[in-house]
C-alpha cells in the first residue's frame, strides 16, 4: 500500500470518528435537555400540594389538625426533595404521624389527589364515659371499647359513667386501659342502672389489691364484682337476693357480693 493510499484510508477513519462523536455529542445534549425538561416538570408547582380537604373533626379542630399537615408537609425528603411534591408524599407517614399527634382521633385516612390535592378524612373516638385514677384524681374519657383518648374533668358518674382503677399504671392516651371482659361488665350494669330504680349507681371502682369491682350506688351500698364474671347471671342473682330477702331493709344494706357464681353474700349496715 502506497503512502498515499494509507493517508487517505487514515482520513476516512478520523472522519468516521468524528461523525460518530458529533452523533454522541448531539444524542447526549438532546437527552440533557429532555431531562432537565422532565425533572422541571415533575419538581414544578404543579406538582406540589397546595391545598387540602380535612373532614369529619369535631373535637379536634380542623385548625389544629391544618397546622399540623402544613407543618408536615415542610419537611425534606432525601434532605433536598419538599414533602409536598406529589411524588414522595408518604401518606401513610401522614397518617401515622397524625395519629400520633392526635390520640383523639380513632382513625385517620389521606389521600393523594394527582396532581397537587390532598383529602384528609378523620374519626374521633366517641366518649362513652371517663376513667380516673391517682391522688389528686386525674380523669380520661374513653369510648366503648376502654380507650382512653382526651383528659377528662372530674365527674361524679351521675352524667356519664365513672370508672376509677386504683390500680398502678400510667395512661396512654390512644390506648386501650380496660379490658373486654371489664367494658363488658361495667357496660351491663351501667345500663341497668338507667331502669332499675335499686341499682342507679354513680361509680364502678377496681380495687388495686385484688381487682375486685365495686359498683357504688346512689342509695350507698355496693356491688362486689370480678372481672370474669358473667354480668346476666351477677345481675341476675342480684334481683333475687333483693326481692327475695332483702327487700325493705335495702335502705339498711352495706354491700351484695356476687364475686362467687350463684352463693351471695350480703352484709348491712
Request: charged share 30%.
Amino acid at each position: 500500500m502506497t503512502t498515499l493510499a494509507r493517508r487517505l484510508r487514515a482520513a476516512r477513519k478520523h472522519s468516521q470518528r468524528r461523525r460518530v462523536i458529533k452523533k454522541v455529542a448531539l444524542a447526549v445534549i438532546i437527552i440533557s435537555i429532555a431531562l432537565s425538561g422532565f425533572l422541571g416538570l415533575i419538581f414544578s408547582k404543579r406538582f406540589q400540594v397546595s391545598t387540602f380537604e380535612v373532614s369529619g373533626s369535631k373535637r379536634v379542630s380542623e385548625e389544629d389538625i391544618r397546622t399540623y399537615v402544613d407543618e408536615w408537609l415542610s419537611q425534606k425528603r432525601f434532605l433536598f426533595f419538599s414533602e409536598r411534591l406529589y411524588w414522595f408524599l408518604d401518606s401513610d407517614a401522614l397518617v401515622r404521624g397524625m395519629q400520633e399527634s392526635f390520640p383523639q382521633l380513632r382513625a385517620v385516612r389521606a389521600q393523594k389527589n394527582f396532581p397537587n390535592r390532598l383529602s384528609i378524612a378523620v374519626e374521633e373516638y366517641e366518649g362513652w364515659g371517663v376513667l380516673c385514677h391517682k391522688e389528686p384524681e386525674e380523669c380520661f374519657w374513653i369510648d366503648h371499647g376502654g380507650v382512653a383518648f382526651d383528659p377528662a374533668p372530674g365527674f361524679t358518674g351521675v352524667i356519664v359513667p365513672k370508672v376509677r382503677d386504683e390500680r398502678e399504671r400510667d395512661v396512654k392516651l390512644g390506648e386501650r386501659q380496660l379490658s373486654d371482659a371489664l367494658m363488658r361488665l361495667i357496660t351491663y350494669f351501667n345500663d341497668r342502672a338507667v331502669s332499675d330504680a335499686d341499682l342507679q349507681s354513680i361509680e364502678f371502682v377496681i380495687a388495686a389489691r385484688d381487682e375486685t369491682i365495686r359498683i357504688k350506688t346512689r342509695a350507698g351500698w355496693e356491688i362486689l364484682l370480678l372481672e370474669n364474671t358473667d354480668p346476666e347471671r351477677a345481675y341476675k342473682n342480684l334481683r333475687i337476693a333483693i326481692d327475695a330477702d332483702i327487700k325493705e331493709k335495702i335502705a339498711n344494706l352495706a354491700y351484695i357480693d356476687l364475686r362467687f357464681g350463684n352463693k351471695i353474700f350480703y352484709k348491712f349496715r
